[in-house]
T-cell receptor, first 109, second 115 residues
Framework: GQQLNQSPQSMFIQEGEDVSMNCTSSSIFNTWLWYKQEPGEGPVLLIALYKAGELTSNGRLTAQFGITRKDSFLNISASIPSDVGIYFC?????????FGTGTRLKVLA | NAGVTQTPKFQVLKTGQSMTLQCAQD?????MYWYRQDPGMGLRLIYYSASEGTTDKGEVPNGYNVSRLNKREFSLRLESAAPSQTSVYFC??????????????FGPGTRLLVL
């Protein structure tokens, strides 16, 4: 099925470092959502983007809706151990959401 | 305000058994969705309901049926479970008008093992 290309697939970083991840698609989306999922839990919404070029922050998290409407980026500044988890992007097409395969983040204290 | 709730949290079935996964939301959302999540596959849409009284197939509907019982509840039924249906199932509901300032919220998931 159709899926987004999300990269990197996984990353180890030191506490205090900044993190960047992105999603790209061959399709244009009207909405981009970013989620975090921890083991045994459902995805929790972090940031929602609705307009090309939009830049939105939620605490140490910042996400951008790409100008082409085919990509989105998520940055985490000054990472802390509790940032560990899997981060998913989701793009909304005509009638449904398409999900990335996730970026697994591990933070080394 | 509990958000999206799912029952059961965990279930083991034998091949051929049937079961219904329950989902309810208390946010007055119109649209509800069922996804399955498998390792390395991300989330895949099984069925969705854009509004009360309507349901539509998603990407992987085979082997499943759904019922939108009312605005709050959306159930997923496995009539004859198969090992390939071993997965984590998530229900979600969506706030906002279709395509306009929409935001999707997920339940905690049901972990299903089919032996």
């Amino acid at each position: 099925g159709q899926q987004l290309n999300q990269s990197p697939q996984s990353m180890f970083i030191q506490e205090g470092e900044d993190v960047s991840m992105n999603c790209t698609s061959s399709s244009i989306f009207n909405t981009w959502l970013w989620y975090k999922q921890e083991p045994g839990e459902g995805p929790v919404l972090l940031i929602a983007l609705y307009k090309a070029g939009e830049l939105t922050s939620n605490g140490r998290l910042t996400a951008q809706f790409g100008i082409t409407r085919k990509d989105s980026f998520l940055n985490i500044s000054a990472s802390i151990p509790s940032d560990v988890g899997i981060y998913f992007c989701a793009g909304r097409g005509t009638y449904k959401y398409i999900f990335g395969t996730g970026t697994r983040l591990k933070v080394l204290a | 305000n509990a958000g999206v709730t799912q029952t059961p949290k965990f279930q083991v079935l034998k091949t051929g058994q049937s079961m219904t996964l329950q989902c309810a939301q208390d946010m007055n959302h119109n649209s509800m969705y069922w996804y399955r999540q498998d390792p390395g596959m991300g989330l895949r849409l099984i069925y969705y309901s854009a509004s009360e009284g309507t349901t539509d197939k998603g990407e992987v509907p085979n082997g499943y049926n759904v019922s939108r019982l009312n605005k709050r509840e959306f159930s997923l039924r496995l009539e004859s479970a198969a090992p390939s249906q071993t997965s984590v199932y998530f229900c979600a509901s969506t706030r906002g008008l279709a395509g306009v300032q929409e935001t999707q919220y997920f339940g905690p998931g049901t972990r299903l093992l089919v032996l």
